[in-house]
C-alpha cells in the first residue's frame, strides 16, 4: 500500500510559478512510475507529466512542456512538479499517481493517487 500526499498548490498570477511536491509513503517507491494528472471543473482527468521508476525518462503533454517540469527524489520518496509561466487555463486540480506498470498517460494504469491540490492561476 502507498499513500500519495500532495502539497504547494495555491492561487497566483498568470506568468508565476508554483511548486508542488507529492510525498509517498513505503519504502518501495522507488519501484513506482510516477505522473501528475489534473481536472478542471466539467473536465476530463487529463495526464500532465510522466517520470521513469530511475528518472531518466519524462513526457508532458503539449500544453505544458516547456513549462512544466517533473521530477523525483527516490530517497525522499518524492515527487515533484515545477510549474513556470503559468497560464489561467492551467488552473485544475493536480493529482500525484504512482503505478506499478511502465510509465502511461492513461489514468486507469496508475494504482495508488493522493488526494489533489488546487491550483489557480489569475489572469
Known amino acids: 500500500q502507498v499513500q500519495l500526499v500532495e502539497s504547494g498548490g495555491g492561487l497566483v498570477q498568470a506568468g508565476g510559478s508554483l511548486r508542488l511536491s507529492c510525498a509517498a509513503s513505503?519504502?518501495?517507491?522507488?519501484?513506482?512510475?510516477m505522473a501528475w494528472f489534473r481536472q478542471a471543473p466539467g473536465k476530463e482527468r487529463d495526464v500532465v507529466a510522466t517520470i521513469s521508476r530511475d528518472g531518466g525518462s519524462t513526457y508532458y503533454a503539449t500544453s505544458v512542456a516547456g513549462r512544466l517540469t517533473i521530477s523525483r527524489d527516490n530517497a525522499k520518496s518524492t515527487v515533484y512538479l515545477q510549474m513556470d509561466s503559468l497560464k489561467p487555463e492551467d488552473t485544475a486540480v493536480y493529482y500525484c499517481?504512482?503505478?506499478?506498470?511502465?510509465?502511461?498517460?492513461?489514468?486507469?494504469?496508475?494504482?495508488?493517487w493522493g488526494q489533489g491540490t488546487q491550483v489557480t492561476v489569475s489572469s
Open positions: 499517481a504512482a503505478g506499478r506498470t511502465r510509465q502511461t498517460v492513461v489514468p486507469g494504469l496508475y494504482d495508488y
Open positions: 513505503g519504502r518501495t517507491f522507488s519501484s513506482y512510475a
